[in-house]
């Protein structure tokens, strides 16, 4: 049967009411899944052009930093103390120019549109994260470009939805992820990453209709970064390609070496998380405006820099500054060409501590940028001191290169929890098919045992302090893809605030011992009375005639509106543990109906058995 909106689109009295790209649809007779791929090509190569705008200018200024920083070692100390701190100050002036209320940092925020806004993501947060992320990255702030990207690449999906005449919640989320999806894959030059990280992360739906779009729109836009660049390597630079060859595949002997490293990467990443939370709540303590925290912050990150090059002035970048991919690009371009010592594993473990707290200082204090790449970097650092030190135990068979690679997979997964995106960024890295096996099972591994320290991700650790917790999978793609409004609400049972108690008896005799909603005389929500309260109330009747409804009334149950999807209402009505809360207009607070935990149940059942 053909949904009535497609009718809709096709009737030519309505065509005119119809935007642009609704009507070209419409004339080209595209299935609505044929018109969402259709959108996510679009949506690839437009953020594709996005992506090389806001990651260039980054390179640049990296290599620029590079150069400075080996000068005279005067200059460049006073550089690498400087600066972050200016770097923060123009972080700044972007939050005064562009104030958003904060949730958390860039993926975060963009979960958090996922889960409570139905996808939609002001504007003002693309153009805010764009600027704010280049300026601290760029001036060695430690933190990465992924988050940013993700975070710019989902705003233009989720408004970019309304211009392609997006139906529901569900196709926003879509194409709010083919936007994030096609930023990825253009920043890392990793398409397959970019498809798992989305579909692990953010949407956690692998149904088909989510599925191909979003594989739609990360190739495109990798290879539209192709187009315009030639042919381009990861950001680990040609040495991850050229060791591709050389790399062992897994057996029994090797895998020990792989499933310890996952381990350790595991208690790497609670470390990694533990403290950057530390870090966010000793800043939060410090009585200062918000707006000046991000400059503290550089300015301890200044002075640990400036420490660095006055003490290294044969190698002046600091493996704590900005992104720190030049780290991963030397690991694997001098993995075991030296010999191994347990000193090298040591400063290497120094190293992974040092990147630790930089990136707290940075996105702890306030400032912008993504968690993925000190995740990586660290990651890399963990490998590479397994590496050492198996070497300087005399484990001859023992893999170097393959730790180091397993060890950024290791650490990717272990902090967000997706595995498979962990697992595709190294063999998107290195292009060698052999490197899948023991990857995938260090990543694996290393969530798993993750999970069981820290139940909560890098990203989901802040989500579940707005108040929004993830459920299983399969459920939360379901349960978001229908409406308060489309699960149909019942009138329920209704008391006015001011009538008397004895009414309640009435109530019960009419509709049983139900939840109520008490309004006021003109029909706005006051309250609930639910079940329990009206069972207590009818074991003791002589007190009712001197007690009113308001007396009895609950103001602690949330309420929902018809805009909100069912796993939102799911989570209200578990919050109190009532079988029923209000529908209201949110503008007037009018009752327009009744919410109960079985219609959520039966609407839930109604969409398995339409996907049956």
């Known amino acids: 049967m053909t949904a009535p909106g497609r009718d809709r689109a096709r009737n030519p009295f309505v065509t005119r009411l119809l935007t642009p790209a609704q009507r070209a649809l419409s004339l080209l007779r595209l299935e609505d899944d044929w018109a969402l791929v259709a959108s996510a090509a679009v949506l690839g190569v437009a953020v594709a052009l996005m992506a090389l705008g806001f990651i260039l200018p980054i390179k640049w200024a990296e290599h620029a930093l590079e150069s400075a920083l080996r ?20 972080t700044v ?31 003002r947060l693309g153009v805010r994260q764009w ?69 692990e992360v953010l949407l956690r739906d692998f149904s088909a209709r989510t599925f191909a779009p979003i594989v739609v729109a990360s190739v495109i836009s990798f290879a539209t970064v192709q187009s315009v660049l030639g042919p381009v390597d990861s950001l680990f630079g040609p040495s991850a390609r050229v060791i591709g060859p050389s790399l062992s595949g897994l057996t029994v002997g090797l895998t020990p070496y792989f499933v310890g490293l996952a381990v350790a990467c595991a208690v790497g990443a609670v470390f990694f998380m533990r403290s950057l939370e530390i870090v966010e709540r000793t800043f939060a303590l410090i009585p200062v405006p918000r707006l000046v925290k991000p400059v503290l912050g550089a300015a301890l990150l200044g002075a640990g820099g400036a420490a660095w090059v006055w003490t290294h002035p044969e190698d002046p970048l600091p493996p704590f500054f900005g992104s720190g991919y030049w780290n991963v690009r030397d690991l694997i371009e001098h993995a075991g060409s030296t010999a191994p ?75 967000t929890h997706a595995p498979l995106a962990g697992a595709m960024l ?117 007190a009712l005639a001197a007690m009113l409804a308001a007396d009895l009334m609950r103001t602690d149950v949330p309420v929902t509106h018809e805009d909100e999807t069912m796993d939102t209402a799911f989570q209200k009505l578990s919050v109190r543990e009532v079988d029923a809360i209000a529908v209201v207009d949110p503008a007037t607070r009018r009752l327009l109906g009744v919410l109960t935990r079985e219609r959520l149940m039966q609407a839930y059942g109604d969409v398995l058995s339409e996907d049956a």
Not at 349 to 360: H, N, P, Q
């Open 71 to 90: 000068g005279g070692r005067e200059t460049a100390a006073v550089t690498a103390a400087l600066l972050p701190v200016v770097g923060a100050l123009l």
């Open 426 to 542: 190294v063999y998107e890295a290195c292009g060698e098919e052999t490197v899948i096996l023991p990857v995938l099972l260090a990543t694996v591994v290393a969530t798993l045992a993750c999970r069981a320290m820290h139940p909560l991700s890098i990203y989901t650790s802040g989500l579940a302090a707005l108040g929004v917790r993830q459920g299983v999978m399969g459920d939360l793609a379901i349960m978001r893809r229908i409406t308060v409004r489309e699960a149909g609400h019942l009138p329920g049972a209704v008391v006015v605030e001011d009538a008397p108690g004895t009414a309640l008896v009435e109530l019960a005799e009419r509709h049983g011992a139900l939840d109520a909603v008490v309004v006021d005389s003109q029909g706005r929500y006051r309250g609930m009375i639910t079940a329990r309260e009206l069972q207590s109330a009818l074991l003791s009747r002589e």
């Open 131 to 199: 600027l704010a992320s280049t300026f601290t990255i760029a001036s060695g702030g430690s933190a990465g470009p992924e988050g940013p990207i993700v975070t710019i690449g989902a705003t233009f999906g989720s408004n970019a939805s309304r211009l392609f005449g997006a139906r529901g919640p569900a196709t926003t989320s879509t194409l709010l992820g083919c936007g994030a999806a096609a930023g990825l894959s253009a920043v890392f030059a990793a398409p397959l990453t970019g498809i798992f990280f989305v579909v």
């Open 93 to 123: 002036v972007t939050y005064a120019l562009l104030p958003m209320r904060s949730r958390g940092h860039g993926v975060t925020q963009v979960l958090y549109a996922v889960h409570r806004s139905q996808g939609r993501i002001p504007p």
């Open 341 to 415: 010592t347990f000193g090298g594993a040591a400063i290497l473990l120094v190293w992974f501590v040092s990147k630790t707290f930089a990136t707290g200082t940075t996105l702890g204090s306030g400032s912008a940028g993504g968690l993925f790449a000190p995740a990586l970097v660290t990651g890399a650092m963990l490998g590479g001191a397994a590496a050492e030190a198996l070497g300087a135990m005399g484990v001859a068979d023992a893999p170097t290169t393959e730790l180091v690679l397993a060890g950024m997979g290791c650490m990717v997964a272990a902090t």
